[in-house]
């Protein structure tokens, strides 16, 4: 498997664009996630889904920030406006559930850097 | 809800020395806990973790943890760091039983100089 998938790996925006993250999790994993990583912050999850439905988004910022999962395997994190303090790295990862026997290890993309001017 | 400590922020080490890297976490039922290391520019990769059993955990690259839960603590540990380790350590935590939030720390930046 080629691991989590995620696109653009960079993308540089003015404020007020809108702006799309997109993730492909690993194959046959129940669990996605979002996170943010700043210096500021660390490392934030912002939602997380179960068989493409979002299970808890309390970590997402405010309303411009919306996630969505079709299908298993496809998600979207969408950011409208953005702004220059949405800046960070967006981390997609996945994982089985823990009933699978494979544990709930993350598996993470290699991010992608977002710079808002 | 859990939490997790991470003490040190960051830690510099010369080539050969010793390492530990505190983690304590918050939470009343049973948990897994994880260590993943991001190297520079990397993603977050798992170095080892506890599910269950033998409270010592042997991971890749000569990493290993003990989880003494008397203390809620599962610290890193590895005899001889190398220049290659310079990266930054997150320590995580699940409560076990199907619940899948997984409770990042803050990470400690590790820099080891040759």
């Known amino acids: 498997d080629a691991g989590v998938i995620q696109s653009p790996r960079h993308e540089v925006t003015e404020m007020g664009q809108e702006v799309t993250l997109r993730c492909k999790p690993i194959s046959g994993h129940d669990y996605l996630f979002w996170y943010r990583q700043t210096m500021m912050r660390g490392l934030e999850l912002l939602i997380y889904?179960?068989?493409?439905?979002?299970?808890?988004d309390s970590g997402m910022p405010e309303d411009r920030f919306s996630a969505k999962m079709p299908n298993a395997s496809f998600s979207t994190l969408k950011i409208q406006p953005s702004e220059p303090r949405d800046s960070a790295v967006y981390f997609c990862?996945?994982?089985?559930?823990?009933?699978?026997?494979?544990?709930?290890?993350?598996?993470f993309g290699p991010g992608t850097r977002l710079t808002v001017l | 809800a859990q939490s997790v400590s991470q003490h040190n922020h960051h830690v510099i080490l010369s080539e050969a020395a010793s390492l530990e890297l505190g983690c304590n976490y918050s939470?009343?039922?049973?948990?897994?806990l994880f260590w993943y290391v991001q190297y520079p520019g990397q993603h977050l990769q798992l170095l080892l973790k506890y599910f269950s059993g033998d409270p010592l955990v042997k991971g890749i690259k000569g990493f290993e943890a003990e989880f003494i839960k008397s203390k809620f603590s599962f610290n890193l540990r590895k005899p001889s760091v190398q220049w290659s380790d310079t990266a930054e350590y997150f320590c995580a935590v699940t409560p076990s039983g199907g619940y899948q939030k997984v409770t990042f720390g803050t990470g400690t930046k590790l820099q080891v100089i040759p």
């Open positions: 990862a996945s994982s089985l559930a823990l009933t699978s026997g494979g544990g709930n290890e993350q598996f």
């Open positions: 939470y009343g039922g049973t948990v897994n």
């Open positions: 889904f179960n068989n493409n439905v979002p299970i808890d």
